[in-house]
């Protein structure tokens, strides 16, 4: 039996109507594993969390321990990251959150730098300690007020000079 072109478009559709049916599947399926976020959870407020995004992975030294599942605006713009843990974990109260990045240009994840407290955290708890995202362009902007003020001092130097 020979294929004729409009057959194989058909089962060339057919075949991948039926991948994307399984990749739906697959994605749905690893979401409900992981919508048990009451398991053991934290809550840590920030200024500001430019480019964190749902789902970002939630770091201690470098190993995937949770992810990030909501983040709410409250008490005066400050915005609370609610992070999941995949099971639960033994933090001081006196850890730390950091948003980093991964790499120059990465996605953002929150690092979670244990403290040395005796006190324990429990399932939602606050962490207390926690320092914002660092904005490529702020610091990029920082730099360039620094290189024009530099500027400015050398050339009323080079005016005084020549004075």
Known sequence: ??????????????????????ILMFVHSKSAIEKNDDAFFLMAPFSKTDGLLNGADVRVAGIKVGRVVEQTLKDGFRVYVKISFNRPVELSADS??????????????LEIVPGADEEILKSGDEL??????LIL???MDKV???????????EQSDEKDSQ
Do not use: P
């Not at 057959?7 to 049916?21: D, F, H, P, Q, Y």
């Not at 207390?128 to 995202?133: C, I, M, N, P």
């Not at 360039?144 to 050398?154: G, T």
């Open 137 to 139: 362009t702020e610091l």
């Open 144 to 154: 360039n007020a620094y290189m024009r003020e530099k500027k400015n001092i050398e």
């Open 96 to 109: 730390s959150a950091v948003i980093e990045t991964d790499g120059l240009l990465g996605g953002k994840y």
């Open 128 to 133: 207390t300690y926690t320092q914002d995202a």
């Open 1 to 22: 039996m020979k294929l004729t072109v409009e057959n194989r478009e058909v089962l060339a559709g057919s075949i991948l109507v039926v991948l994307l049916g399984f």
